[in-house]
């Protein structure tokens, strides 16, 4: 829910007083979520000095009737929720990141509902009991996106901890994929049946990043011998199995440059603004301008590492024929500082023979501070009629003393079966 009608008001009025008149917003809304916003822009356009809160009490007393101070609560509480979180503002924050789950942690999530069952159990009308279930519908979207997203870090930060327990790693990697499953099986259900409930939105943009292989490799190693079976709890899932199987094969490595050694190209500028990162011949870079923007490569310990600050979106990245294989796998070696809402990820992807996307998966490291190399890994069946397979890093708003740095990058693929490569 992104609550905030009370600045919505502020900059209303603002701007009547200014002398402007005319006004242009793209809405989008979620019914279910939005609440009294969309309506109380409405009523604002015709008098801006008119009080937002006397007219959120028509609202809620016309709208929810007998349910109305319960249905407030829950919408007051995600307003302090979006205008109290963390980190400075800039335009589209947490747009299609996973880690905007932060701003409704569990605890919320249950607060919030517990306004939504009393506000359920005070209706006398269908006309209520409808608006307060639409309410309560869209809402399971939220629950269920903050229980995946709470798994897949939980679970991220044990694997990449120098202190991870497989006693705790593998039920989490089984109830973040049990958390995954819900959340996708229940939003389809509900975009199927209520359309009007969630606005449409790339449900796949908060499911690239998996951890389920970074998990396997990381059980695999602690297991010491590629021999050891998967964990018997994890074994009734068909997928895990079928990956655990391509992980255990002899792999082929792809050559390319992934030790970013040799001489370095300059970055495409334009207007003196630089629009690629200062990389090896070889690899291709994507930047978006940004004032505090720089790139670096030193030697360390006698390899070559990239590092990276005041990035908005950056990506390096490089692509490579595929040999016949069924199975594909990248990794890297990262260390570095997050902000909320900043991201910095592994990519693995396919193109067909006229380089179209056939699928992209990612590997993130979470937000806060990583001052050691983790390793992280992604891998995938390979789609059919892939022709080419890339790796890269990808950086996204990156905000005041972040900073990453990554090293030996690694690109395999696995051939199965009779032709496994042993």
Known sequence: PRQHPHLLAEHLRYARRLGFTDYYAEVYPNWGL???QPWLVAQLLQDPEQSADALLDEYYQRYFKESAEPMRRFFERCEEQWMNQPGDSYWLKFFRNETQAVLFPPEVCRELRGYLQEAASLVKTRSVRARVQQVSDAFGVTER?????TWRDRLNREVLSTAGSMDRGVPWLKAFRAARREFVDYTRE?????PLLIAPFKIEDYLMHDPTVNTL???RDRSGSLAKELPSSLADDAELVELWSNLAEKRLSIEFNGELLGSVKEPRKIAGLTYGVSLPVGWASKVEPAEHYR??????????VLRIEGSINTSVFQWRLLPQAEFSIAALKIRGKLSPSSSAFLTLGWLDEKHRHLGIMRMSLPTGEWPDWVDLSQGGMIPENAVWVGVGLRLEHQREGDWVEVKDFRLDVVRSGPASLK
């Not at 996106?145 to 997203?149: D, G, I, L």
């Not at 509900?190 to 209520?194: D, K, N, P, S, V």
């Not at 790139?295 to 070559?304: K, N, P």
Request: no cysteine; net charge negative.
């Open 34 to 36: 939005d609440g009294a």
């Open 145 to 149: 996106f903050v229980a995946m997203q």
């Open 217 to 219: 490799v990381w059980l």
């Open 190 to 194: 509900l975009r199927a049946t209520q």
């Open 295 to 304: 790139d670096s490569l030193f030697r360390e310990e006698g390899m070559q």
